[in-house]
């Protein structure tokens, strides 16, 4: 395995000196610098860390980055599989099953050995600015996430958490059809009953419901659920009320998540989990959900992968839902596959 010492970068801020790791989440509520990841799958992975400082994330440096070629990018459903797949949850639907499933897929293509995912941040931060964008470099534990996620999981300010939940994406605003909004108050209602669980009754709102957010080659729909944590309860209550993310699983959660392991052939890891930071000693953190994000999976060959899915509702055409994992991994497969060069062309 390549040596690439521990790092995590959130923004200008940078993480070095790594102290310890864990997977258990009473961590985050002790002392110190955290960097954050859990897999869809539930595996927790939280890195103390020594020095933090603020810093740019630094310009791309030619040479650095040696992404897959574009046309060896392979997809754990094909089109075929992911058109069918959706054809399955719409009968379930139909039978009563669940009301909607976010059905996703993972691409993954070859890289080299000595692939360091913290060259690919600085293409993103270039070619895909994102709010929420990250990236945690933990060889050792099997760790190296490079993030450029729009969408907020989970942010907490002492006793207030907030969750950001996206659903409606489109290329531009005109795109945005009332099954987006449905779909939207729909996992807006499931975030609000996961976070209710551990927050003071009543103390539950939406501020924002249905705000249209533009990011690089496409618009979201977004809303804010926000509430405040009962006394007893920390980060292991709140992960434990709101993980999996709802807006990349489904409603009823138990339901969608049953569904999810029937039709996926592929763990999604990182993708759909949560990527962050937490500062215990100032009781805050941020989440992003792990969409828009790549990972280096060494179990074997080296690769690349990278998640991308929909939300499927019995409004859902097939194709449609195809085409919308299409738009969300375009941009971003382009900007990993690309050179240096390319991507100064492409975003200068």
Same mark, same amino acid.
């Given at each position: 395995?390549?040596?690439?010492?521990?790092?995590?970068?959130?923004?200008?801020?940078?993480?070095?000196?790594?102290?310890?790791?864990?997977?258990?989440?009473?961590?985050?509520?002790?002392?110190?610098?955290?960097?954050?990841?859990?897999?869809?799958?539930?595996?927790?992975?939280?890195?103390?860390?020594?020095?933090?400082?603020?810093?740019?994330?630094?310009?791309?440096?030619?040479?650095?980055?040696?992404?897959?070629?574009?046309?060896?990018? #392979?997809?754990?459903?094909?089109?075929?599989?992911?058109? #069918?797949?959706?054809?399955?949850?719409?009968?379930?639907?139909?039978?009563?099953?669940?009301?909607?499933?976010?059905?996703?897929?993972?691409?993954?293509?070859?890289?080299?050995?000595?692939?360091?995912?913290?060259?690919?941040?600085?293409?993103?931060?270039?070619?895909?600015?994102?709010?929420?964008?990250? #990236?945690?470099?933990?060889?050792?534990?099997?760790?190296?996430?490079?993030?450029?996620?729009?969408?907020?999981?989970?942010?907490?300010?002492?006793?207030?958490?907030?969750?950001?939940?996206?659903?409606?994406?489109?290329?531009?605003?005109?795109?945005?059809?009332?099954?987006?909004?449905?779909?939207?108050?729909?996992?807006?209602?499931?975030?609000?009953?996961?976070?209710?669980?551990?927050?003071?009754?009543?103390?539950?709102?939406?501020?924002?419901?249905?705000?249209?957010?533009?990011?690089?080659?496409?618009?979201?729909?977004?809303?804010?659920?926000?509430?405040?944590?009962?006394?007893?309860?920390?980060?292991?209550?709140?992960?434990?009320?709101?993980?999996?993310?709802?807006?990349?699983?489904?409603?009823?959660?138990?339901?969608?998540?049953?569904?999810?392991?029937?039709?996926?052939?592929?763990?999604?890891?990182?993708?759909?989990?949560?990527?962050?930071?937490?500062?215990?000693?100032?009781? #805050?953190?941020?989440?992003?959900?792990?969409?828009?994000?790549?990972?280096?999976?060494?179990?074997?060959?080296?690769?690349?992968?990278?998640?991308?899915?929909?939300?499927?509702?019995?409004?859902?055409?097939?194709?449609?839902?195809?085409?919308?994992?299409?738009?969300?991994?375009?941009?971003l497969l382009a900007v990993a596959s690309g050179s240096y060069e390319d991507t100064e062309r492409a975003f200068a």
């Open positions: 395995m390549p040596h690439h010492p521990p790092l995590a970068r959130f923004g200008d801020r940078v993480a070095t000196g790594l102290l310890d790791v864990t997977s258990d989440p009473a961590a985050l509520d002790s002392a110190g610098f955290w960097a954050v990841c859990a897999d869809f799958e539930g595996r927790l992975t939280c890195a103390r860390f020594a020095d933090v400082r603020e810093e740019p994330v630094p310009a791309p440096v030619p040479g650095a980055w040696r992404g897959p070629a574009p046309d060896h990018w #392979t997809s754990s459903l094909d089109r075929a599989a992911y058109t #069918t797949a959706v054809r399955a949850i719409r009968e379930h639907i139909a039978a009563g099953d669940v009301y909607q499933v976010n059905l996703c897929r993972v691409l993954g293509a070859p890289v080299a050995p000595d692939t360091d995912v913290d060259a690919l941040t600085a293409l993103l931060a270039r070619g895909n600015p994102a709010p929420y964008a990250g #990236t945690i470099r933990l060889p050792e534990h099997g760790v190296e996430i490079a993030t450029a996620s729009p969408e907020l999981f989970l942010r907490r300010a002492g006793r207030i958490v907030e969750s950001g939940p996206i659903k409606g994406t489109g290329r531009t605003e005109a795109d945005l059809t009332e099954k987006d909004r449905a779909e939207n108050v729909m996992i807006v209602d499931l975030v609000r009953n996961d976070i209710g669980r551990i927050c003071e009754p009543g103390s539950v709102t939406v501020p924002d419901l249905c705000a249209v957010e533009k990011h690089p080659g496409l618009v979201h729909l977004v809303s804010t659920v926000r509430g405040e944590l009962r006394e007893d309860a920390g980060w292991p209550e709140l992960l434990a009320a709101a993980f999996p993310p709802g807006s990349v699983t489904g409603a009823p959660k138990p339901s969608a998540l049953g569904i999810i392991a029937a039709l996926e052939t592929a763990p999604r890891g990182p993708y759909c989990g949560g990527i962050g930071w937490v500062d215990a000693d100032r009781g #805050t953190g941020e989440l992003a959900v792990g969409i828009r994000s790549f990972w280096i999976d060494r179990a074997g060959a080296t690769t690349l992968r990278f998640g991308t899915g929909a939300g499927i509702t019995w409004g859902s055409d097939p194709d449609r839902e195809w085409q919308e994992t299409e738009l969300k991994a375009s941009r």
